[in-house]
């Protein structure tokens, strides 16, 4: 077939010239990204040949080749894994399918800023598109297992690539890049070196699970053993690089740390270390291992639906699954590792792995070993659970409202924004312990920022007498709450909801204060009801205002306005509630207008200064008022008399 010339995707061009212009500093990462991609095919094709999807495709040795040509100024990383067909080729090389190019791009020219740069390849899976910072040139050959002709793709990094199929193609995938000068100034070192090969692969690639072979030309070969008898023109033998050790498999004093970090930078495609290794080893009648880490960093689709997630399940060191959901609630999907398991099928299915009891005997142990981790963090490395729970925080509240299995260890290590004056986060039993004498309930209130919250109406009263406020911003917030209720006997308390009795201060409570405006504003207080009847149910003086003329709050079992939102927004309808005003009888406008009801004022201008009253506590927690023209006009011809 002829060759067909084909335009890059509009990211993708914006993502060579990236490449090209050499923004990463360590450019050795090219090749962590290559071998990393050759493993993936290899895993897969065992994977499916497993299940028989190829029964056609070679397995007998399956390995990753990495070749070099001084003379030709040339690096070849060949497998021969799953391989690809034509149509893929384009699709996976020619775009940048399902990467999240657009954040990509943005973390990227932050990323350059921080000088951190060069790990984001891997983490978007975007990797292959790396070569690009050490090759003028890159060709890939490849074939898919089970099929007969293979596709070669060629491309300048200029904005178009070539497509077309060849014969007498090996199964697999043989990416060579036509590398630039060395130019060590530049950090662009010399890639056909034997020395500089085998350093990155010994840094990057140890523990791949496939043996990963350099073939380098006889005269490099002699050089790298002096003390061998000299083979003019024979072929050099294939050098294995990688020590191939499942590093779960291996006791922990066997294993460095950063032999640690290297498998959760080629797991989650991150360049940074992990914020946290966890080990786990399981004996008796069902045996497996785990290898877990928690990340530094949340991932820029943490909360995008499909999403991959998940950790890697093997069984007998065979790659099983790569992202086996079944093994972790959905509120820890931010961990990566591995488990090993010794007794499950090799032949199964997600559909399987739901049912197994292995499984859901594996989900339990795991869920409780990282909640346990966490749990240590935060005792002796306060600093490191700062982070994770910044990074993650939001994602793990979602498990007290889906796991009500292990919803007490989850309270235990949450911890949350209060007005407490040294401004770190507290957990509920620290709040506890600092609770004030009488104090019986647990007051939070939930907004979309600390600085809404921090300012709302409903906080006067509290402020007023130091009493603690949770500061909840997180969208889950909204559901937690409810879901858990107290905590160990004390309720979980809404400033925003229902009737909050405070206690009299001891100047009110002398002097009958509270009996004395519940009788002077009783008549004003009906006529509102009945005037604003159509947006609230109630209008009340109300005790945690001290600044402020008014503000709305909810029923004690109705929705919040957020809530509702949150509901509609995933398809659910629910009936609007009608919220309830209180008014602050201390106000000077709130005394003005009672004032000017009971001097028999015209009703029409009192009507209206009741509706700007309801808007302005709309606007104060942050809602919008009904019509916002109608608020607009009241405003202006209230301004206008004041002139």
């Known amino acids: 077939m002829p060759t067909e010339t084909f335009e890059f995707q509009v990211e993708a061009r914006q993502l060579l010239q990236l490449m090209i212009h ?29 299940r028989e999807d190829v029964p056609d495709a070679d397995v007998s040795d399956p390995h990753i080749e990495i070749e070099t040509d001084p ?7 060949r497998d021969n894994g799953i391989g690809m067909s034509y149509d893929e080729v384009g699709q996976l090389i020619g775009t940048i399918a399902n990467s999240g190019t657009a954040s990509f791009l943005q973390e990227l020219r932050e990323a350059q800023d921080a000088g951190g740069a060069e790990g ?17 040139e890159m060709t890939l050959v490849t074939r898919r297992a089970g099929e007969g002709r293979g596709t070669r793709w060629t491309s300048r990094g200029e904005g178009t690539y070539t497509l077309e199929r060849v014969e007498d193609v090996p199964q697999g995938t043989a990416v060579t890049l036509h590398l630039k000068p060395a130019d060590p100034d530049n950090q662009l070192h010399d890639y056909t070196s034997a020395w500089k090969i085998r350093e990155i692969v010994k840094r990057y690639s140890d523990f791949i699970t496939w043996p990963i072979r350099l073939v380098t030309p006889p005269a490099e070969a002699a050089t790298a053993d002096p003390d061998a008898p000299a083979r003019e023109d024979a072929p050099a033998e294939p050098e294995t690089l990688n020590s191939m050790k499942a590093l779960w498999a291996r006791p922990r004093e066997e294993v460095s740390d950063d032999e640690y970090h290297e498998l959760y930078k080629h797991l989650g495609h991150d360049w940074r270390d992990p914020l946290e290794t966890i080990r786990l080893q399981a004996e008796g009648t069902f045996e497996y291992q785990a290898l877990l880490f928690v990340p530094a960093h949340a991932p820029h689709d943490l909360f995008t639906q499909g999403a991959r997630r998940g950790l890697h399940l093997y069984v007998k060191r065979v790659l099983i699954m790569e992202d086996c959901d079944a093994l972790l609630p959905s509120y820890l999907r931010f961990v990566k590792g591995v488990v090993d398991a010794q007794d499950l099928s090799l032949n199964v299915s997600r559909e399987i792995l739901q049912q197994d009891r292995h499984i859901r005997m594996m989900r339990r142990r795991l869920t409780k070993k990282v909640l ?5 963090m935060m005792a002796k490395a306060p600093e490191r659970y700062a982070t994770l729970w910044r990074e993650f925080g939001p994602v793990l509240k979602e498990g007290l409202v889906t796991d009500s299995e292990n919803r007490d260890a989850v309270l235990a290590v949450a911890s949350f924004a209060t007005t ?9 039993k620290g709040y506890a312990e600092r609770m004030k004498d009488g104090q019986e309930d647990i007051y939070y209130l939930t907004g979309e920022s600390r600085q809404s919250v921090e300012n709302s109406p409903h906080m006067e009263a509290f402020r007023d007498r130091g009493i603690e406020v949770l500061l909840l911003t997180d969208p889950v917030d909204e559901v937690w709450v409810d879901a858990v209720g107290e905590y160990e006997g004390r309720r979980l308390r809404s400033v925003a909801k229902g009737e909050i009795d405070l206690g009299a201060r001891p100047e009110e409570s002398l002097g009958g204060e509270r009996e004395k405006q519940a009788e002077e504003y009783a008549g004003l207080l009906g006529w509102l009801t009945e005037r604003l009847a159509d947006d609230v149910k109630e209008v009340r003086l109300s005790s945690r205002l001290t600044v402020s003329p008014a503000c709305v709050v909810s029923d004690a079992h109705d ?10 927004a995933m398809g659910q309808e629910v009936p609007a509630a009608k919220r309830i005003l209180e008014l602050n009888p201390g106000h000077v406008l709130v005394k003005g207008l009672n004032q000017a009801f009971r001097d028999g004022e015209d009703r029409a201008r009192l009507t209206g200064t009741a509706e700007l009253l309801y808007g302005l506590a709309v606007l104060a927690e942050g809602g919008r008022p009904k019509d916002p023209a109608q608020f607009v006009k009241l405003v202006a011809e209230r301004l206008e008399r004041a002139l």
């Open 22 to 50: 050499s923004v990463y500093s360590n450019k050795d990462v090219f090749l962590r990204e290559l071998v990393s991609n050759a493993s993936d095919a290899l895993d897969k094709l065992r994977l499916a040949a497993l």
């Open 71 to 77: 003379d030709a100024r040339t690096l070849t990383v």
């Open 120 to 136: 984001l390849i891997g983490q978007f899976g975007v990797g292959f598109y790396s070569g690009f910072m050490v090759a003028d």
């Open 372 to 376: 346990s981790a966490v749990k240590d």
């Open 420 to 428: 407490h004056g040294d401004g770190e986060p507290v957990t509920l």
């Open 559 to 568: 929705l919040t306005p957020a809530l509702e939102s949150m509901y509609r």
